[in-house]
């Protein structure tokens, strides 16, 4: 479901993790990108996860990770779903910003994960430029993405719902 603006972006997404439970899985979509990935995906003093939703994925890499600092940006009020889940791991670091808009420096992480979101925004293009300005020289970015299935009305319409 592609959102065509930022508020609407921000109202959707809050309103999903919002009404999420507040308690990590035991295996969430981090899980799966590690197994495909055969190698680590959280590497190096500070990673990045743009567009972390309600924070799993950012809560199972500081977990099993606390000597990287883990940075979780998302748009939506998720980040406070977030901000509750970590509040116990001194790692991570919950920040509210557009994935078209990180609000870093330049060249400061070792790692970016971004898990089904730059395909929701305007300008998906950007959102990349963006992860590869955040992101140190040689260090990987490991993203997934999706089609919105437009040549297939059935799903098409399925993910609009």
Known sequence: ????????????????????ADCIPGKWHFNAM???IKEPIVRGARGIDIGSGSGYDTCIM???NPDTQIFSVDISDG????NRLTKDLSNVYPVKASA?????????????YSFGVLHHTDDPRRG??????VLKHDCPAFLYLYDDHSENMIKFILLKV
Request: glycine share 2%; hydrophobic share 45%; proline share 2%.
């Open 100 to 112: 078209l808009n990180v609000p870093f420096k330049d060249a400061i992480f070792d790692f970016v």
């Open 79 to 82: 980040i406070y779903i977030t």
């Open 128 to 133: 990349l430029m963006e992860m590869n300005r």
């Open 62 to 64: 500081a977990r099993d």
């Open 34 to 36: 590690q197994e495909l």
């Open 1 to 20: 479901m592609k959102i065509n603006n930022l508020s609407s972006t921000k109202k959707v997404y809050g309103y999903l993790w919002n009404n999420s």
